[in-house]
């Protein structure tokens, strides 16, 4: 949930609902509730009630999380709890900042290699502070830029559920994506590189987001390649 003040950028139609009784959240607890089949944390603070997305960053529960908080979208209406929002933050409850770039140079574009949480946050700052080159991202995976720390935390979540931003929101950016692809060659002097797939790219300027690997310590069965044997731990592609 955003604030009364955020709530005012979309123009979506308000939600004012009735999602319990106050008696049900005492003084310094908290509940769950469920809003247009959306989880809601209702959060009694000392007598002042919060409302906020129910979920966290790893989409899971925040009814027995530990909160920092300033959103009051809900109130005490003679016992009922009452919630105030829009259609538009109950469809997404985390929210999405959005440029205002519209058209795009015809330089070279800016290529970004990798497309792990750097580079996502990257191409999407670029974006917000008005960059207007054009941006190529080179990935050798499938998919489009995933939260990769949830498939250790909630391997079962489907695909689409830990991507950072939907095909839409690239779409919308004009950032263009190419997945199952490898940088075999980087040309410096001449602002080139050339991928497995045989194409070649220029670029303006190239941004390597390269992500790391963990050091290897010197121990029995260090050689052993758990990436091979625990797939669902390091690829999308097993959750």
Do not use: W
């Not at 979506?12 to 310094?28: D, F, M």
């Not at 070279?108 to 008005?130: C, D, H, K, N, W």
């Not at 004009?174 to 490898?182: G, K, P, Y």
Request: charged share 25%; glycine share 6%.
């Amino acid at each position: 949930m955003s604030s009364a003040a955020e709530a005012g950028y979309d123009s979506s139609p308000a939600v004012t609902q009735t999602i319990g009784k106050a008696a049900e959240v005492p003084p310094g607890t908290k509940k769950i509730f469920i809003v247009k089949d959306k989880p809601i944390l209702v959060i009694n603070d000392n007598g002042t009630l919060y409302a906020t997305s129910g979920l966290c960053s790893f989409r899971d529960s925040l009814e027995n999380g530990k909160l920092d908080f300033n959103d009051r979208d809900v109130k005490d209406n003679d016992g009922d709890l009452v919630i105030n929002t829009t259609e538009m933050q109950l469809a997404n409850l985390r929210r999405v900042r959005r440029s205002h770039v519209t058209e795009l140079d015809k330089t070279a574009p800016i290529v970004v290699v990798g497309a792990g949480m750097s580079a996502a946050t990257f191409v999407e700052q670029a974006r917000l502070t008005g960059c207007t080159t054009p941006i190529t991202m080179i990935t050798q995976e499938d998919f489009l830029p995933y939260d990769r720390a949830q498939l250790s935390k909630i391997p079962a979540t489907p695909g689409k559920e830990i991507e950072l931003r939907d095909g839409d929101y690239y779409k919308e950016n004009q950032i263009n994506i190419l997945t199952n692809a490898h940088v075999n060659y980087i040309d410096v002097n001449r602002h080139s590189l050339a991928l497995s797939t045989g194409k070649r790219l220029r670029f303006s300027k190239l941004v390597l987001a390269l992500g790391a690997e963990p050091k290897k310590l010197d121990i029995p069965g260090a050689d052993l390649k758990l990436h091979e044997r625990c797939p669902a731990l390091t690829s999308k592609k097993h959750s």
